[in-house]
């Protein structure tokens, strides 16, 4: 039985006998980027639309974004593309590729994050374990695997979170190279303020274990810390986007209307129900000892996914970092003995050790070529829930100029269109009055007032989700009539002019 907690132990094989050796986050990878692709997944969110129309304007114009150029209702309010640099690799990917090159591009920070974590993982656990909590990142993370900014950081979370507990379990500070990563990141996606929490909380720990040594562990950190939090100034927005998450989170009405934003509803299978049995079932089970800061930083993260579905994928991508050793270590104090574990060990540990570069690159290209006629059979698309095309292309007939009042939903295909939109996914700049004005006029909430509304802006077309309460009251209204519907959206034009 073999019950050492890394791998660093298992005889190497040569590389006369094994030339294309490969291994487990090679096979993790390579799984990780076909199965999204295969199923043509990753394009089922609004927002990838606003994003790619986005990073094609300031391609189109070599300069970010300061105030908004998109809607009719905020001509000219004050809005930075804080996502810039992601937007700009989707619209290069789909410059190339359209949207199989999207698809591609979301799928590859998939596998190579799946393959990051595993080889952490590896390096401190019985393999066994290691795909395991791998598989069940992946899980966590795999509804979340959208064409927008979040997914493009992933790579970087992994490699972000790896070196911090590397250098903290080897009590050194991190390597200066790992500020090559939050410097991008910081100008991706607003997930940047969590890989700084981590490092902040990350580094206490370290001096809290450091017993004799604390202050010069500190003064070690130190440097470091201050680096980081300079390198994520550089940025369009200054301090201002270290502001930006808690903005954000403080639009508590705005959250609440937003499907991704809200509680997980766990009267529904939930993906953060396995990870908690996983959890509590080894902490119940004596097997779990965390410190008190990675504690801390658990909590933190399950509550975080516990306020907002959306950081499940969060939670679930840097758990594994934070259990890693503590598994291992209760592991090898109280391994499983038989000879069935055994023979598993011998299995698992076969696949252990780190790929041959004739492996590697046999992989990539069987992988790359496989995904590139994958994406050239199938063709994939946008859900057609988010892209009323049929709907949006009868509304242009009968009113080419017209001010459209959209659902939520559907303002970012409108913004991909080139359409001047009533409202999009852009909710920290429309504000959260007026994103919960809306919303409460399109399911006729007490108080709302939908004609109002469409007299205060002027509106000429309505294109709305067609299970939206407000369709059955347009339907009656004589001053609006329905010029298209199915099953996905419907459209009206006014009968008379916008003042009528």
């Keep these: 039985m073999i019950h050492n907690c890394g791998v660093a132990k298992v005889p190497q094989p040569t590389s006369l006998v094994r030339p294309f050796r490969v291994s487990w986050p090679l096979l993790l990878g390579l799984a990780g980027f076909l199965f999204p692709i295969c199923i043509r997944w990753g394009l089922g969110d609004p927002d990838t639309y606003w994003h790619v129309a986005a990073g094609g304007w300031m ?16 001509p000219g309010a004050a809005w930075t593309a804080h996502e810039w640099l992601s937007e700009l690799l989707l619209a290069v990917g789909y410059q190339i590729s359209g949207w199989s090159g999207l698809v591609f591009l979301t799928a590859a920070c998939f596998g190579v994050t799946l393959a990051l974590l595993s080889r952490f993982l590896l390096a401190r656990m019985e393999p066994l374990h290691a795909l395991q909590l791998t598989c069940l990142a992946g899980l966590m993370m795999f509804t979340a695997l959208l064409a927008r900014p979040h997914v493009l950081v992933w790579p970087l979370t992994a490699v972000w979170v790896a070196e911090l507990i590397d250098s903290s379990e080897a009590h050194r500070p991190p390597s200066w190279w790992l ?6 990141w910081a100008n991706m996606h607003a997930s940047f303020i969590v890989g700084l929490g981590l490092m902040v909380l990350i580094a206490i720990d370290s001096i809290i274990r450091a017993e004799q040594s604390r202050w010069e562990t500190a003064k070690r950190w130190a440097p470091f810390v201050l680096a980081a939090f300079a390198c994520v ?15 954000l989170l403080g639009m508590t009405t705005a959250l609440g209307l937003i499907a991704e934003w809200r509680p997980p509803d766990f009267a529904h299978p939930q993906l953060l129900s396995p990870w908690l049995f996983v959890v509590l079932g080894l902490a119940f089970a004596g097997r779990l000892r965390l410190s008190l800061i990675r504690s801390v930083l658990l909590i933190g993260l399950l509550s975080m ?10 939670l679930g991508l840097i758990s594994p970092y934070l259990l890693a050793l503590p598994i291992a270590t209760a592991w090898k104090q109280q391994p499983p003995a038989g000879r069935n574990a055994d023979f598993i060990d011998r299995c698992f540990h076969r696949l252990a050790t780190r790929a041959s570069l004739p492996a590697v690159f046999l992989t990539l290209f069987i992988g790359g070529g496989a995904a590139v006629a994958t994406l050239a059979t199938t063709r994939p698309h946008p859900a057609d829930a988010t892209t009323p095309r049929e709907a949006l292309a009868t509304l242009l007939s009968r009113a080419p100029h017209a001010r459209i009042f959209n659902d939520y939903a559907f ?5 991909f269109r080139g ?8 909710a920290d700049m429309y504000g959260d009055a007026f994103i919960g004005q809306i919303f409460d006029d399109m399911v006729l909430a007490p108080g709302s007032d939908l004609e109002s509304l469409m007299g205060k802006f002027r509106i000429d077309a309505i294109l709305l989700n067609a299970d939206r309460p407000a369709v059955k009251l347009l339907d009656r209204m004589p001053a609006w009539e329905r010029v298209y519907a199915d099953k996905m959206a419907v459209a009206y034009i006014r009968r008379s002019g916008p003042g009528s």
Excluded: C, K
């Excluded at 391609?59 to 905020?74: G, I, N």
């Excluded at 500020?179 to 991008?184: H, N, R, S, T």
């Excluded at 996914?305 to 969060?314: P, W, Y």
């Design 59 to 74: 391609l189109e114009h070599r300069a970010v974004p300061t105030h908004d150029p998109f809607s009719f209702t905020m």
């Design 179 to 184: 500020l090559a990563v939050i410097l991008p």
């Design 233 to 247: 100034l550089i940025n369009p927005q200054g301090y201002r986007l270290l502001l930006f998450p808690f903005h």
């Design 305 to 314: 996914a516990m306020a907002h579905a959306r950081n499940i994928a969060l």
């Design 411 to 415: 303002g970012g295909y409108l913004i």
């Design 419 to 426: 359409i001047p939109v009533f409202v999009d996914g852009r």
